[in-house]
């Protein structure tokens, strides 16, 4: 997505101003973020990545003492701005041959505590409002490009973390349950301490707690890092109820147990798993096949019954680095490799090279046939879905002997 694909030609054109009023031999266009990658799981957030614009040689010779003089991209939240990219000191263009173009490209990457209150906002409503401004310039003229716009970030963009409480909310007096936290989209959330509303207080990532009396009870866990989570637990007295994990892992096995009233002897129980499996012990065992939401049953020969949500997720996969070359030679092998989380849980790690030779494997090796700007994708899929994905920016040059 390009920031100017919605804007009319001569709308475009009216942002070009050149000075003094003779003809220019460049034309600046389509500026965009060509990769954004956006951190605020650490205590001091991040955000980095590439600008890029395209220079474009409208006139019949070679360009002569093409500059960069100034440059500058600002992320907008509101009446807050944060500079992410700038170029102050002027910096030479190659030649650029008539009628050809070359993009030119920003590296920024800033870090501190200004960034959290400008890419929480990003990555909540999955979009960027910048301000960017270039100025070009060629011997004694110069040309100003100066606007506004708004691109999209997609999710994998944002490593943000959210965490919650896994866990059963229903639960029967005098049974011990367990309570875990689950997080999502980041590394590290610190040490855990946990409230269990009781009077109890706990540590670590997961817990095993009775409750003595009935009522209901707020269990609250604080982070180290800052991060909160809470979750309302009822207790109640209950014929039959049933013992287990709530947040399942694709192709992991759990097990769940019966309690109640109505299960001294053990006998005359039906489970219903909710993907078609039946079982009649006081513990089962399971493993889900397919990712979703599912109810598990558990029904008494005396008519009483229990039933909880389960949620099933893919393993988290995570693709953090595409390590390769910015440059590379035509007909000449090249090493590109990936580096992420939990990549081995993933079923394959799918390269798209972009000039429409698929790979596989956290390490491959290619060689393009032409030169040229192409978008190299990694995708980490799951039963043939892609559960993460990242690109990489290559430009091939022809091979010189």
């Not at 070679?62 to 509101?78: F, L, P, W, Y």
């Not at 009446?79 to 050809?100: A, C, F, H, M, N």
């Not at 019966?258 to 499996?277: F, H, M």
Request: hydrophobic share 30%; glycine share 8%.
């Amino acid at each position: 997505m390009n920031f100017l694909d919605n804007i009319p030609e001569r709308v475009r054109q009216r942002k070009i101003k050149p000075r003094p009023s003779v003809v220019l031999t460049i034309r600046i266009d389509n500026p965009r973020f060509k990769e954004v990658n956006i951190d605020t799981s650490k205590s001091t957030p991040t955000i980095d990545g590439v600008f890029a614009i395209d220079v474009t040689n409208t006139g019949l010779f070679a360009t002569r003492s093409t500059r960069i003089t100034n440059a500058e991209i600002n992320m907008v939240k509101g009446d807050s701005t944060l500079t992410v990219g700038e170029i102050t000191k002027p910096q030479r263009i190659d030649s650029i041959p008539g009628g050809e173009t070359k993009t030119i490209k920003i590296n920024f990457d800033r870090q501190d505590t200004f960034v959290r209150s400008v890419v929480d906002d990003i990555c909540s409503k999955q979009e960027i409002k910048a301000d960017v401004t270039f100025t070009i310039s060629e011997i004694l003229l110069a040309a100003t490009y100066q606007d506004t716009k708004k691109l999209s970030v997609e999710s994998k963009d944002c490593k943000t973390i959210s965490i919650n409480i896994s866990g059963q909310s229903e639960v029967n007096v005098d049974q011990e349950y367990e309570w875990g936290v689950v997080t999502r989209g980041g590394d590290s959330i610190g040490d855990i301490t946990w409230d269990m509303g009781d009077g109890t207080t706990l540590t670590g990532e997961s817990v095993q707690h009775t409750y003595s009396t009935t009522g209901q009870n707020e269990i609250t866990v604080q982070t180290s890092r800052g991060y909160e989570a809470s979750k309302t637990i009822s207790i109640t007295v209950v014929p039959v109820g049933i013992v287990g994990p709530t947040d399942l892992v694709v192709g992991e096995e759990y097990t769940w147990s019966a309690t109640g009233t109505d299960i001294a002897d053990g006998t005359g129980l039906t489970w219903n798993t909710g993907d078609g499996s039946t079982y009649d012990n006081m513990e089962i065992s399971h493993a889900y096949s397919d990712s979703g939401s599912y109810n598990l049953q558990l029904v008494s020969d005396q008519g009483s019954s229990d039933e909880v949500q389960v949620d099933v997720r893919y393993p988290d996969v995570s693709i953090e680095n595409i390590s390769a070359p910015n440059t590379v030679q035509t007909n000449q092998d090249s090493t590109f490799s990936v580096t992420g989380n939990n990549l081995s849980a993933a079923d394959e790690i799918r390269w798209d090279m972009g000039d429409g030779t698929i790979l596989n494997g956290t390490q491959v090796e290619h060689r393009y046939a032409t030169s040229g700007e192409y978008t190299v994708i990694v995708s980490a899929r799951i039963d043939e879905e892609t559960v993460n994905d990242a690109s990489r920016d290559i430009s091939v040059e022809t091979f010189a002997i």
